[in-house]
């Protein structure tokens, strides 16, 4: 365990008691070197804490959420953990489900701007149905715990995915085009995303069904860069739009058709469109700089395609696509050579021809019976 005066070894930023990563740049902390660290041990019946009795003097934050889930939640293991929340695996003692707990950082429970957003979001998720958004079945508070209780889904991260190499476009077009459908949905309700990247894309079970997580400021947070201004920017650098990278005010949802080039351009190219040495600098260039044409790199990406990406990644709101609807179909309308999509055409192509030539094998045998008939 960490004393207060631990720091990450990666960053040097000052760790809370119970950290298992650095909120700032994800190093493991002193606890989180051994590979139990980061379970959490399974309760015991014998161990089971009534709901209406107090946890212990100095316990710890587990304990604590233990306490507070009383006996209708078993906690079986940590999920993640980003700079707002942790998320853990739960059963549900009644329904004998296995459910997902998100819960606000112990750190970060004392700040009225994030509580304030964690809440919203889990309002606004709770009101919002869509199949490529999780849904929340709960959202409770209780001494001075925040938490959401939603289903608990298996596969693995896009960037997972990712770090086995790029995607081809056809893979590539379909992720984007469900994430579309999400975002359309959670657009017209008022919500803006503001942190889409690969780790909060999730593709579920065997048929790597696209799901899109961790919606508004709540969210898992790699690194926060204070602009001039003075205001804090707050998201991913490497997908960040221009308007959020510079901090200003009234930000929409353009801001997530910006992001969602920089996935595409990452799935496409194997890296995001731009980096840096350090967050500023790849803010900075989000910025300032034009990314590197897709084509002149692989010109063997359609070009339909291509140029749905760069449009995503237009400076100026207003030259990108201005709905998530607008770019799916724009997506939907994007053509590969060798794929099913041109076989129906060439198929219906020959089906066309096999049927002429019958027809004119028909007729010149219908005029040789004529011709016989004439002759006899």
């Known amino acids: 365990m960490t004393d207060s005066t631990s720091h990450c070894a990666g960053c040097g930023r000052q760790l809370g008691l119970d950290d298992l990563f650095c909120a700032r740049c994800g190093t ?38 233990r306490h507070v889930l009383g006996a209708e939640y078993e906690l079986l293991s940590l999920l993640g953990q980003g700079g707002f929340a942790r998320v853990y695996r739960a059963r549900d003692r009644r329904l004998d489900r296995i459910v997902a707990i998100k819960v606000i950082r112990p750190d970060v429970v004392g ?32 001494e001075g715990l925040i938490y959401y209780i939603m289903p608990y889904v298996q596969g693995t991260t896009l960037e997972a995915r990712l770090a086995r190499g790029r995607l081809p476009p056809y893979e590539s077009r379909r992720i984007l085009s469900e994430l579309t459908e999400a975002l359309t949905a959670a657009h017209r309700a008022s919500m803006v995303h503001l942190d889409i990247k690969p780790a909060n894309v999730f593709l579920e079970g065997d048929l790597q069904k696209v799901l899109l997580m961790d919606f508004g400021t709540a969210m898992a947070v790699t690194e926060m ?57 790849t803010l900075e260039k989000h910025v ?24 995503c990644l237009e400076k100026d709101p207003w030259k990108r696509f201005q709905t998530a609807k607008e770019l799916d179909t724009a997506l939907q309308a994007v053509t590969f050579r060798g794929t099913r999509e041109q076989a129906a055409p060439r198929d219906e192509s020959s089906r066309v021809h096999r049927t002429i030539v019958v027809l004119i094998a028909g007729a010149a045998l219908i005029a040789g019976l004529l011709a016989g008939l004439a002759i006899s």
Do not use: W
């Open 111 to 142: 700040t009225r701007l994030f509580v304030e957003s964690f809440r919203n979001e889990g309002v606004a998720l709770a009101k919002l149905r869509h199949p490529g958004i999780i849904p929340i079945y709960d959202i409770r508070e209780r």
């Open 225 to 281: 860069v204070e602009e001039s201004s003075g205001a804090p920017v707050v998201g991913t650098p490497e997908y960040m739009s221009p308007e959020q990278a510079r901090g200003l005010p009234d930000i929409d949802h353009r801001s997530d058709i910006y992001s969602l080039g920089a996935l595409g351009y990452c799935m496409l190219m194997g890296r995001p469109p731009f980096g840096g040495r350090n967050a500023q600098e």
């Open 28 to 65: 493991p902390t002193p606890i989180n070197m051994a590979a139990e660290a980061t379970l959490v041990v399974e309760a015991r019946s014998e161990d089971a804490v009534p709901e209406s009795a107090a946890p212990p003097s100095g316990a710890s934050f587990n304990d604590r959420l």
């Open 288 to 311: 300032n700089e034009a990314p590197r044409p897709i084509r002149d790199v692989n010109p063997t990406i359609p070009k339909d395609f291509a140029d749905a990406i760069m449009r």
